[in-house]
C-alpha cells in the first residue's frame, strides 16, 4: 500500500522569504512523487516530479524538490517567495505496478503569501 | 485541444436528478482518472481507465456513480438521483501511460457540480 502525509494543512510567509512544504509517502514499491499546485478556481497544474533520475528536483517558478529515501521525504522549497505563489499544493505518490489506482494524493497544504 | 477539457464546467442541479459529466482527455493518453474535490477537502479517487483493461471502479462512493470510456477516449462519470452531498468539483486527468514510473496526470479545469 501506498500513502501521502503532508505535514502542514496551512503554511504562511511573508513575501520575499523562504518557502518550505513538507511531505513524507510510504511505498512498497520504487515511487515517482510528484508536486501539483491549485491556485483558486484553477485546475491542478505540475510542478515538479522525481522519476529516480536525481534526487534534486527543480520545477517551475522557481520550486524545487529534494527525494530523501532515507526520510522517506519529498519536501517543495522556494527560496524565496512571491505573492502569486499564494495557491494549495499537493503531494502525490505513483508506483510502477500492475495496480489500477496509481496516484494517490495527500491532503494538501494552503499557502499563504503575506506581503 | 492541447490539454484535459470537461465539460459543463459549471452545474447546478434539483436533488434527486440525474447529471453527466464529460471528459475529453489528451489524444494518445490511455489512462484517465476521475476525481472529487470537496470544499477544503483533498482529492478523492473515483475511478480509472486504462485502454481496453477492466475499470478500477474502487473509489466510486455508491452504485449511483457510474462512468465509461467509449472508444478509449471520452469519458462520462453519470451521477443519479443526485443528493446534496454529491457538490463538489469534479476532476479529470489523463496521463501517457500507466505501468511506467514516469507516468503524470495531467488535469482538465473540473466540473463544479452544486446540488440544491
Known amino acids: 500500500a501506498q500513502s501521502v502525509t503532508q505535514l502542514d494543512s496551512h503554511v504562511s510567509v511573508s513575501e520575499g522569504t523562504p518557502v518550505l512544504l513538507r511531505c513524507n509517502y510510504s511505498s512498497s514499491y520504487s515511487p515517482s512523487l510528484f508536486w501539483y499546485v491549485q491556485h483558486p478556481n484553477k485546475g491542478l497544474q505540475l510542478l515538479l516530479k522525481y522519476t529516480s533520475a536525481a534526487t534534486l528536483v527543480k520545477g517551475i517558478n522557481g520550486f524545487e524538490a529534494e527525494f530523501k529515501k532515507s526520510e522517506t521525504s519529498f519536501h517543495l522549497t522556494k527560496p524565496s517567495a512571491h505573492m502569486s505563489d499564494a495557491a494549495e499544493y499537493f503531494c502525490?505518490?505513483?508506483?510502477?505496478?500492475?495496480?489500477?489506482?496509481?496516484?494517490?494524493f495527500g491532503s494538501g497544504t494552503q499557502l499563504t503569501v503575506l506581503p | 485541444g492541447a490539454g484535459v477539457s470537461q465539460s459543463p464546467s459549471n452545474k447546478v442541479t434539483e436533488k434527486g436528478k440525474d447529471v453527466e459529466l464529460r471528459c475529453d482527455p489528451i489524444?494518445?493518453?490511455?489512462?484517465l482518472y476521475w476525481y472529487r474535490q470537496s470544499l477544503g477537502q483533498g482529492l478523492e479517487f473515483l475511478i480509472y481507465?486504462?485502454?481496453?483493461?477492466?475499470?478500477?471502479k474502487s473509489g466510486l462512493p455508491s452504485d449511483r456513480f457510474s462512468a465509461e470510456r467509449t472508444g478509449g477516449s471520452v469519458s462520462t462519470l453519470t451521477i443519479q438521483r443526485t443528493q446534496q452531498e454529491d457538490s463538489a468539483v469534479y476532476l479529470c486527468?489523463?496521463?501517457?501511460?500507466?505501468?511506467?514510473?514516469?507516468?503524470?496526470?495531467?488535469f482538465g479545469q473540473g466540473t463544479r457540480l452544486t446540488v440544491v
Open positions: 502525490v505518490v505513483s508506483f510502477s505496478s500492475g495496480s489500477a489506482r496509481q496516484l494517490t
Open positions: 489524444s494518445g493518453h490511455t489512462a
Open positions: 481507465f486504462q485502454g481496453n483493461s477492466a475499470p478500477d
Open positions: 486527468a489523463s496521463s501517457p501511460r500507466s505501468f511506467g514510473v514516469w507516468t503524470e496526470a495531467f
